[in-house]
């Protein structure tokens, strides 16, 4: 159990972080209330900002003495409600914004060391400069920080190549939940000392260590991109066209995401100043993209495949973009998704996994499932083919009360969703983390020896509950 921070506890944290650092203004709070989506909204007794390490390890102490819980935020733009506080007002949110440093850029190494409140975008701007560039991106990264992409293991759409968050981790510094500091952001490629205490901290959505820094492998800035936006028939057309390019060029593909027509549509109503790319409608879309050292190399081995994909039928129609600008324009549909759905009324969002070969079949088989189970329900399935991850949305019937359908049905929709996610050996949180949207659901349907896995590591390090409660396991 935990309990409400005393008065004298509060003062000493307004002594320890100063006005920068600390804040009961309930109006300086509000933002950091509520989550993304605005389906979680909580309460906190105060907002604690601290600028370093230290003053993180001096928070968590004095916690841990008076068993007062911390909610760790990063950039609030979380999908599962992970960093909100309860309604109780009784925790404290303890946000790593203002440790935004990037400590040291290893050009040699191709490693940097970045504190926890660095915002993505400027990261990738960082590293830039020294010729390198940061392998992961994502819609939200003008506000995604790097401790909460790390404690939520992020992964985007350049993990075909280049992996998650976890694989582009080096090394991680944490502070523990008795306060202690854990300093692991040597970049070491050996080190057999037990459990990785490292990749531990990736994912586990701040319930076993306040992430504070970590150190991440770069990679040569791209000299070269080519991106194509691809007409298609059908996900399984799609998949055939990713081993396809796979085999052909393999270690250049970076990109290969999955759109509907319907998400096309609805990102051209309701996002100003995009455009279809292509001249006629296709009921599926391929987004796909190179990079690599020659500009030349790559158009050419881009084109030849394509040449044979549109002789062989596989594919409908196709446009290369002619320039950066123009790729960004692609890029900018895809990235639009989520906003225009949401414009479109209010659905069930499910970011889910399976293997890549067996995708075409969820997408196939799961919409039936649904109007067989709920008459009029609509599905659509968008994102990360190449990596088995998309994001399938679940829209009331059309002419159902939306919110109201939700409030009954909800809950139903998404067991029928990850049952059949699970029959396919698949997970039901490819990226965004479990929260507390899914944690109870995690704990109805995943498998019970996972489960006491988790909850011994929790209970192991955390066995006061302190950090982050109500998320990720029950």
């Known amino acids: ?16 972080l100063g006005p920068k650092g600390y804040s009961a203004d309930p109006d300086a709070m509000a933002p950091w209330l509520t989550d993304w989506r605005g389906k979680y909204h909580g309460r906190a007794a105060a907002m604690l900002s601290p600028a370093t390490t230290g003053e993180v390890a001096s928070i968590v102490r004095l916690s841990a003495e008076a068993e007062v819980a911390l909610i760790p935020q990063g950039g609030n733009s979380g999908m599962v409600g992970g960093a909100t506080p309860d309604a ?8 790593l914004r203002r440790m935004n440093r990037i400590r040291h850029i290893d050009e040699a190494g191709q490693l940097a060391v970045a504190e926890a409140g660095v915002i993505l975008e400027n990261f990738h701007n960082a590293v ?5 560039r940061f392998p992961l991106t994502l819609g939200g990264k003008g506000s995604a920080t790097i401790g909460g992409l790390v404690s939520t293991n992020a992964g985007g759409t350049q993990v075909l190549r280049h992996g998650s968050m976890r694989a582009l981790v080096a090394g991680i510094e944490a502070v523990l939940p008795d306060g202690s500091i854990f300093d692991g952001l040597a970049p070491l490629k050996k080190d057999n000392r037990g459990y990785d205490l490292r990749h531990l901290f990736c994912g586990a959505e701040g319930t076993l260590g306040i992430v504070t820094a970590a150190s991440l492998r770069l990679v040569p800035a791209a000299a070269a991109r080519r991106t194509a936006w691809i007409g298609i028939d059908s996900p399984e057309s799609a998949l055939l066209l990713l081993r396809q390019v796979d085999a052909a060029i393999g270690r250049e593909l970076e990109g290969f995401e999955l759109i509907p027509d319907a998400c096309l549509d609805a990102v051209l109503r309701h996002i100003p100043q995009t455009r ?31 040449a044979a994909a549109l002789d062989a039928g596989l594919i409908r129609d196709v446009v290369i973009a002619k320039s950066d600008r123009e790729s ?16 479109e009324g209010p659905a069930l969002q499910h970011d889910i996994s399976v293997p890549v070969d067996l995708m075409p079949v969820f997408i196939a088989e799961n919409p039936g499932r649904l109007t067989s189970a709920f008459s009029g329900a609509r599905a659509l399935s968008f994102g990360h083919l190449g990596d088995g991850n998309v994001h399938h949305h679940v829209q009331p019937p059309a002419d159902a009360d939306g919110a109201a359908w939700l409030a009954e049905h909800g809950a139903a929709v998404s067991r029928l969703v990850y049952s059949h996610v699970l029959e396919l050996g698949g997970s039901i949180s490819a990226e965004h983390g479990i929260g507390q949207m899914k944690r109870d659901i995690l704990a109805e349907l995943d498998s ?11 209970a192991g390090l955390d066995p006061a509950g302190l950090f982050n409660p109500g998320k990720l396991v029950a």
């Open 128 to 132: 830039l400069a020294h010729a390198l």
């Open 328 to 343: 960004e324009d692609f890029w900018r549909l895809r990235d639009s998704i989520s906003e225009a759905e949401r414009a």
């Open 448 to 458: 019970p020896a996972r489960l006491s896995a988790l909850r011994g590591v929790k």
């Open 88 to 95: 109780s007002g009784d925790q404290l949110l303890l946000s």
């Open 1 to 16: 159990m935990t309990r409400p921070p005393s008065a004298s506890l509060l003062d000493a944290f307004a002594n320890l």
């Open 276 to 306: 279809a790319p292509l001249a006629t409608a296709q009921p599926w879309y391929v987004l796909l993209e190179l990079a690599g050292e020659s500009d030349q190399a790559l158009g050419e081995a881009l084109e030849r495949q394509l």
